[in-house]
């Protein structure tokens, strides 16, 4: 049962009880065989001798496939879909094929205008226990609800720092500091997450197009419409990553005989990140919903959980068959040949291909290079820093506080209600890296809106030539 009330002035809240069941799948597919895309793994045949002749089981078969699986992935090239958009996108908020996460039937967005100077945003803070709304109305409570995770992921972050200019606009365009204002604000905004690019991209963009506003009416106007088409190119851009990548799982999926392709992710890199569809996992709901078998293995991903309150919350209501583990069983699962491919998210890219994304990122990189298991990185242009060329030299590393690690979040089955708690004694000293740097040497490509690439500095400048004149 599903129960909407409004708690306080500016909170709203839905309760889904344990017993609910999973929401089934759209029927329209979101991929297409005439939507070509660039790059794949080349796979060895099902009847390649190392399959044929070994007298093992099915599963160290695979294993041993993918230990000798070749690396090398084509030449980039842009999808013709991928043509470089306008600046400013006018996609319909919600229409059908932009659209990808459903909750208890019903298709929601992580951001919206609610009414104007209003924000609404899901509180992520809450999740999977309570379903809820968080109303924002000042620059202020956007920045409290980043830096206390009321929402999260490189994507969000970037819309939501572009709706909190606007809410600036909303109290000051027609006060004569307007500029000092916006730069005071502007600056709040940037202070709250340093690691993920899409903060600073987003904030560096508001500001472009306030520059030359002169009357309240147009800042106000601009910086709605600003932050409204930063939002819906967020939409846009993750269903197009998940075109491009749903390709790689049809390959697998080819080769394995009606078996459901096994993605394993790390940390929430999914719809909830962004505003919808997400990255890593917009192959996945991709593949789900065009009817290809998949499963997804979840990582905890501590010491916040995302992954266990966020991926797993995320695809169940979506209907996607996936399975928690805990952070370092995947070496395990690849080992057995039970991981297909590893889809990563990335809070911030190098121009020469190195990753930063949620901490333990850089150890599953590791473990897929040593069995032979593909691992992409998925990312929207405004996660890419061209300005930086050795990321685990350069990349700013969040590090948050102790009480992170030291304590639980949960859920109070005996009260009914959550709880935190300690798991360690009292007094115990806790080091909390936000994220780690996986170098590019370890990942087999980056997938973005406009294609597949190596990752390295000449595939990125492939994709985006563009860029060049940045060195």
């Known amino acids: 049962m599903i129960r909407f009330w409004k708690s306080s002035g500016t909170r709203f809240r ?17 991929w297409s065989p005439d939507d070509p895309v660039g790059g794949f793994l080349d796979l060895l045949p099902e009847n390649h001798s190392i399959i044929r002749n070994l007298a093992i089981s099915p599963s160290r078969a695979k294993y041993a496939a993918n230990r000798h699986r070749r690396r090398a992935i084509p030449a980039c090239r842009p999808s013709p879909i991928d043509a470089d958009p306008p600046r400013r996108l006018t996609f319909p908020p919600i229409c059908a094929k932009n659209r990808a996460v459903n909750v ?29 709304f968080l109303d924002l109305r000042t620059t202020a409570d956007m920045c409290a609800a980043i830096r206390d995770m009321n929402l999260r992921g490189a994507g969000l972050i970037g819309c939501a720092a572009a709706w909190g200019l606007y809410l600036s606009a909303c109290l000051h365009a027609g006060q004569p500091n307007w500029h000092a204002r916006l730069q005071t604000d502007s600056d709040a905004l940037l202070a ?16 472009r197009a306030l520059a030359a506003c002169a009357t309240p009416g147009d800042r106000l106007e601009t910086a709605r419409a600003e932050a409204q088409a930063i939002t819906d190119e967020d939409a846009e851009f993750s269903r197009r990553m998940g075109q491009h990548g749903v390709a790689l799982l049809r390959e697998i999926a080819a080769r394995n005989n009606g078996q459901p392709v096994n993605v394993l992710t790390h940390c929430n890199a999914g719809w909830l990140a962004f505003v919808d569809h997400g990255t890593a996992l917009a192959p996945v709901y991709a593949a789900h919903n065009a009817g290809l078998p998949v499963h997804v293995w979840v ?31 995947g070496g395990h699962l690849m080992q057995h040949g039970m991981v297909d491919i590893v889809l990563v998210g990335c809070d911030r890219c190098t121009a020469a291909g190195d990753v930063a994304n949620k901490i333990g990122t850089y150890l599953k990189a590791l473990a897929a290079r040593d069995n032979g298991v593909p691992f992409y990185a998925i990312l929207p242009s405004s996660t890419l820093d061209w300005s930086i060329r050795d990321g685990v030299k350069e990349i700013v590393i969040e590090q948050r506080g102790a009480d ?5 979040p949960g859920w109070n089955e005996a009260a009914g209600k959550p709880a935190t708690v300690r798991i360690c004694p009292a007094g115990t000293p806790a080091a909390n890296y936000g994220f780690d740097v996986t170098p590019a040497r370890l990942v087999t490509g980056l ?25």
Not at 14 to 27: D, E, K, N, T
Not at 192 to 207: D, F, G, I, K, V
Not at 447 to 471: F, K, N, Q, V, W
Request: aromatic share 6%; net charge neutral; proline share 9%.
């Open 447 to 471: 997938i973005t809106e406009r294609g597949i690439a190596p990752a390295t500095r000449e595939g990125l400048l492939a994709l985006y030539p563009e860029r060049h004149a940045d060195g």
């Open 104 to 132: 208890a039937g019903k298709h929601y967005r992580t951001i919206w205008l609610e009414s104007p100077g209003c924000v609404r945003i899901i509180d992520q803070a809450r999740l999977p226990h309570e379903f809820a």
């Open 192 to 207: 709250t997450r340093p690691t993920a690019r899409n903060l600073e991209w987003a904030l560096h963009r508001m500001q």
């Open 299 to 329: 990582d905890e991903t501590r010491p916040r959980n995302q992954g266990a309150s966020l991926t797993a919350w995320e695809l169940g209501h979506h209907g996607v068959p996936h399975t928690l583990i805990p952070d370092n069983a």
């Open 14 to 30: 839905l309760h889904q009880g344990y017993g609910g069941q999973a929401v089934p799948a759209p029927s329209a597919p979101l």
């Open 404 to 408: 992170e690690v030291t304590h639980v």
